[in-house]
Structure formats: C-alpha cells, structure tokens
C-alpha cells in the first residue's frame, strides 16, 4: 500500500524573535512510503532559523479525517538543514485520510531562557533534561496527571509576575512579585524522591507524596534560607534532595548552571500559587468551604475523607491554575522561618525573599494535610504554621519551586516608583514609553574586564545596571518634578543637558557609588523609588563601569581589547575610508551626520551587543571620577581640582575619517574631562544602578 500523505508546513515556535534572525521552524518537504514496502515511511523535513548552540525536539503528529492529531513519531536537531525522519504507520492506517504536521520546540541547552517558550517545565530526573511546553491549564488534569510524571519526569508550572495580597485572610500585607517563577503541579512523589535520593522518606507507593522528610534534610542546610539548595557542588557529599537535583540539571549536555535554581517556594510564591490569583480575602481558590464547586472534598484529602491516610497525588482536581493537593494530603514545607502566625514579625517585602530573620529553628509549612479539618485545608493563614528545621513526620511533605531570576533588566516606572525585573529579549524597549516615563538598565555581570584597548584590566566586583538610553528630557522632568534643578532641550526622547554639579547636588567626588547624594535630581530619584524598591541605589557610572559598558565585552575576553570600538573586527586601520564613515553612521551620532547641529532622539543608532544605545556620540556622559589616578573599578577615582570625567565624544565631535585615529573622540577608550559646573548641550549622562542589600 502507498502513502501519499497531506503535507502541512509547520508551524513556527510560538515565541517572538527577540534578535534580527529568522524564527526557527520546521517545515515538511515530502512524505514518501519506503520501496520495496517495509512498512516505514520517509518524512523529508527542512528546519530553518534554528539559534547556534540550541537544540529542539521536532514532534510528527498525523490526523486521520478530521479525528484527534495522533502521535507519529520525533526527532531532535541542533542546526539549519534538511533531515529525514522515519514512521511506521499502525495497521489499518489510510494513507489517503491522513494529514502530516510537525511542531519544533527547544529543548533547554545554553540559552538560560528558554522558560520563555513555554509554560510548563518538563524536567527528567534520570537525566537531568529539561523542556518546556506550552498549554491550557486545564489540560494538566489529563495530559500531565499520569505515572510518567509523578515518577521519572516532574512538572512544574509557570507562573507571571504580578502584585497580590497575600499570607493571611483580611490583612492588607502586599507582596512583590517581580518576576516570573516555577512551581510543581504535584507534591513531590516517594518516586521522585528516591530517584535522587534512594534512601530517606517514606515508601507507600511511587506516586504517593513523600514525607518523614525534614526541611533540613531536603535542602541540605539548617541555615541557608536565601540561597539556590547544592549550586556549591564542591561540596560532593551533600546528599540533599535539592543539592542532586540541582546538580542533575546542571550536568546535563550544556545545559549549564543556569538552570540549577531548584529550591522549595516562599510563603507569598506557595500562597499565590495555591490561590490561583485569587483575592486576599478569599481562603480558597475555589470559593466557599462546603458549597461551592462540589465543596473541599473535590480538590483535597483532609481529616473528613481521607481516611487517616495519604493518598497518591493528582487524584483530587486541580486549581485553576493546574496544580493539585496544594491543599491537604500532606503540609508543604515552605522556604521561611517562622516565629508566629500573626505577622509580629516584618516579613520581605519580595516574594522570593525567604523570612530568615530571628534564631528560632521553626520553619514555616502550609496548605493543611490528611489530618487536617476542612477548615484548616487552605491558601491562608489558619494553616500558616511550622515546626522545627530537623522534623520529620509522616504528615510532613514539599512541593518544588524553581525561581526564574533573569533580571537581565531593570524597569524603573518614574510615575508609580515600581521596579521589575524582565528577561533577555522580552520586551521591545525602544520606543517612546520607555524614554520618557519608564527608564530601563541593563544588567552587567561582575568580573574582571580588558579596558583601555587592552592596556588596562577593570574589576567590577559586583554586578550593576547601566542604563540603555542616555536620559532624556522627559525622564530628567520626572526625575525633578518640581524643576528645581535645570535642563532644557528641543524634545521629550532627546538626551537632556545638565552640569556634574547640578546632578549630584555637589562638586565632590565620593568614596563609593551613590555615597553623598543629599540634594539634586539622582537623590530624588532615590526618593521616587524608595518604596518599591528601596535597596535599589541610582548614581553616575564611574569610567570603568561606563568603558566595560560600552566595550560590551565578556568579562575575561581580551580577544579584541585592543580595538577601542565595540563594532569592529580588526584594527581601524584596516577599514577603508568609507567602510569606517558607515560603521560610525550605523551607531553613533556625530558632526558628520549630525552637520554639528544639535542632539538626535535616543535609541536612532543601532545599539551595541549589549543593547545598550548612543554609547558613542550624541551626548558626551558624564562619570562619577574625578582626574586623580583611575582606580578602574567602582569606587571612583578621586578629585585633584574641580574637572570630572566624561565619555563617549558627542554631535559636534568631529570624524575625519581621513585619518582613522581622529574618530577615536567617539569610541570606548577615550577619556576627558572638564569642571563640574560646565554647562552645554553637548553633555548629558547615562545613569548606573546597583542593587544592595535590604
């Protein structure tokens, strides 16, 4: 029998490219029975678009008329090209019924972020492999509620930042979710558990909850409240349930450490997961106790049904949200320590940050368990409860978290003072709401950097976040609302013109940055933020965090130090006349396309690796150093007179591109300086930001 078989050509992944390049996908060519007839067919399919150092599972489904898609069969690749992949149809299959489609998802390898493409975390125990897919949550109570996922492979569902009240019914304790976080939709099984660690917990069934499971016991630490579980993995003989996942995880392919950020959820994720998103004033994420939606007994074992007894997860419906047992069956050790139910206590005002303060061993649990009234099985507080660090006890289980914290932005809303945190490749930033009422940084990882064209190293021993975009007029008037502080240009997105002096509000030089801010419109907008995000500090950068900045370069790579543009690939020398006046054209404002009229819209010039804007020309910047000897780190260096730094030439820097040297005024290496009350339209300045702790 032949097959000639309709051809769909797949669909994309459903994400929006963050870069210039194609979106990957996958397309079906042809799909050919084998001769002679071995019953194997031939699938012809060509992927495009796919991302160096990414690899994707490619799954064939088939439909037979208008009937269910059916499993044929998968494939996995890592780069561009044409393959072929081989099905053996089931007997009876009519060739002339079926239609063919491919779908192409990443598996998670080098890229960090591939949380995005999907909202749910497929991670295999044995191997340590993680994916992502991407469905209803009311598809859970189907597709994921089966042995294969309570026992080798775990799920964990995403959920998105957002802002709710949170820990106890009636109370107006707010909580910040800035970012997006993982949570299993099942209690961890004795299954899972011993797959990592063999000895230990309980042993009723594989996919019974696990429990005799101390909270010291699971994370491998007594103490350790606010740091990823076993991510030291020097430390080899710690035999934690989350030290061997994380460890797992990370050993897989290239997959990296990255994804070694497995730890039990805080009491505001657990609680805001547990509730679907409902209000603060409702106990339960499906309305009244007795009545409502077939009453508790539908989503939870508790003292009136569950006979004394746990029961295998995933047999009660789930949450809205598709996680399951959130209430009863077992109580869910959480992350904090807990020295009273009343809130007596100040608790962190970020979700993510575990209560730690105090001496006392009580660790914080929830939800409720078999043994529990029905009253007690709930998101709130009459099951807000804890016990000491070391117990163990067969009502005693936990549910896994896995916290996203790729805050490789930084969004600063100048009209509400909120800070959040967003990933690579997330967020389109260049357009106008995020250069007038929204300022965004980009994060810098702490190392050791080649500056000075290779002549120098820099050390940036933590990391920080520079802004994007020079600030423009329209930040600088929110920044300063009451316009006690002058700056004037021609338009909201054009970068502003203020003195050194008048940013800080003096003319000296700190020991560290953000150090005397006590006037002047950085101070203030320390005030705007201070409530949500008080630990969150504004200054000028010093000229080793703006060169490292603008180098964007890794930290360690002295590959290319000695070329003082981040856009090059050899020496300028070796460019041509032209080639060099369009390299400059492409990125930088300066007199030779500016006719040394004024400054041009921020964000007009294509950014650096980093993404980081006008790091040359337009505006020069001013940095936080003075003219003593540069300490190329971030403390700032120290005044010898009233000149301060500044980067980055401007408009009116001329380019003789005759001589290639002349462009040097516009690149990463140039330094000069000038007195703290100068006052043009050629100076203005990129802020810097740090994140100290609370």
Not at 99 to 127: C, E, H, Q, W
Not at 296 to 310: E, I, K, M
Not at 619 to 627: I, Q, V
Request: proline share 3%.
């Amino acid at each position: 029998m032949k097959y000639k078989m309709r051809i769909v050509a797949m669909a994309m992944l459903a994400f929006a490219a963050a870069t210039a390049f194609a979106t990957p996908g996958v397309k079906i060519d042809s799909v050919l029975q084998r001769y002679p007839w071995a019953n194997t067919v031939d699938i012809r399919y060509t992927v495009s678009g796919a991302e160096a150092g990414q690899t994707y599972d490619v799954v064939f489904t088939y439909k037979v008329g208008d009937g269910a898609a059916l499993a044929a069969t998968n494939a996995t690749v890592a780069a561009n090209g044409s393959y072929v992949a081989q099905w053996t149809p089931t007997a009876g299959t009519r060739s002339a019924d079926c239609t063919m489609f491919a779908k192409m998802t990443p598996i998670s390898t080098v890229n960090a972020y591939d949380y995005r493409y999907g909202d749910y975390m497929i991670v295999d125990l044995v191997t340590g492999a993680i994916k992502y897919e991407s469905d209803d949550p009311a598809a859970t109570e189907s597709k994921y509620n089966t042995d294969e996922y309570k026992t080798t492979k775990m799920v964990l569902r995403k959920v998105s930042a957002a802002r709710g009240v949170c820990l106890q019914k009636n109370t107006s304790k707010s909580f910040t979710f800035d970012h997006d976080y993982y949570i299993g939709i099942f209690e961890v099984t004795e299954a899972q558990y011993k797959t990592l660690v063999p000895s230990g917990g309980t042993s009723s069934g594989d996919t019974y909850p696990v429990a005799n499971v101390s909270w010291e016991a699971i994370r491998g630490s007594s103490t350790n409240f606010n740091e990823i579980a076993g991510v030291d993995y020097a430390q080899t003989s710690n035999t934690s349930f989350f030290s061997r996942l994380n460890k797992r995880v990370s050993s897989y392919g290239s997959q990296g450490v990255n994804m070694a950020k497995f730890d039990l959820p805080t009491e505001a994720a657990w609680e805001y997961a547990a509730g679907a998103g409902t209000s603060g004033t409702q106990t339960n994420f499906f309305g009244n106790l007795y009545t409502d939606n077939g009453g508790l007994d539908v989503y939870a074992w508790h003292s009136g049904n569950a006979g004394g007894a746990r029961h295998p997860v995933g047999g009660k419906k789930a949450n809205q949200w598709g996680l399951f047992d959130v209430y009863g069956n077992v109580v869910e050790w959480c992350r904090d320590r807990l020295i009273d139910q009343t809130f007596a206590h100040e608790m962190p005002s970020n979700a993510f940050t575990a209560a730690s303060s105090g001496t006392a061993d009580n660790r914080a649990f929830r939800g409720g368990s078999y043994n529990n009234t029905a009253s007690g099985a709930n998101s709130t507080s009459h099951k807000r409860n804890w016990a000491g660090f070391g117990t163990v006890d067969p009502k005693y289980g936990f549910r896994v978290a896995w916290d996203v914290t790729d805050r490789s932005y930084m969004i600063v809303d100048l009209k509400t003072g909120a800070i959040k945190y967003e990933a690579e490749g997330s967020t389109n930033y260049n357009t106008s709401e995020y250069k007038t009422s929204k300022m965004v940084f980009r994060k810098i990882p702490a190392g050791t950097y080649s500056v000075q064209d290779g002549a120098t190293n820099a050390v940036m021993a933590s990391e920080y976040y520079i802004g994007i975009f020079e600030v423009t007029e329209g930040q600088y008037r929110l920044m300063d609302s009451s316009g006690a502080y002058s700056a004037s240009i021609a338009g909201m997105t054009k970068p502003t013109n203020v003195t050194w002096q008048i940013l800080r509000g003096t003319t000296a030089v700190p020991e560290r940055f953000a150090g005397n801010l006590t006037s002047g419109p950085i101070f203030l907008l320390k005030s705007i933020v201070k409530d949500a995000g008080g630990n969150v500090v504004f200054d000028l950068p010093t000229e080793a965090m703006w060169e490292v900045a603008a180098r964007a370069m890794p930290a360690g790579d002295s590959s290319h130090a000695e070329w003082a543009w981040f856009f090059v690939d050899k020496p300028l020398s070796d460019y041509s006349t032209s080639a060099v006046k369009n390299l400059i054209d492409t990125y930088a404002w300066c007199s030779a396309n500016t006719q040394r009229s004024a400054a041009n819209d921020v964000g007009s010039k294509s950014p650096n690796a980093w993404g980081i804007y006008d790091i040359y020309g337009n505006s020069a910047e001013w940095c936080l150093d003075g003219r003593g000897t540069a300490t190329w780190s971030q403390i700032p260096s120290a005044a010898s007179d009233r000149n301060r730094r500044y980067r980055g030439g401007s408009w009116s820097k001329a380019l003789s591109v005759g001589n290639n040297a002349s462009a040097r005024n516009c690149s990463s290496s140039y330094r000069s300086d000038t007195y703290t009350e100068y006052n043009t339209s050629r100076y203005g300045f990129r802020l810097a930001a740090m994140v100290i702790a609370e």
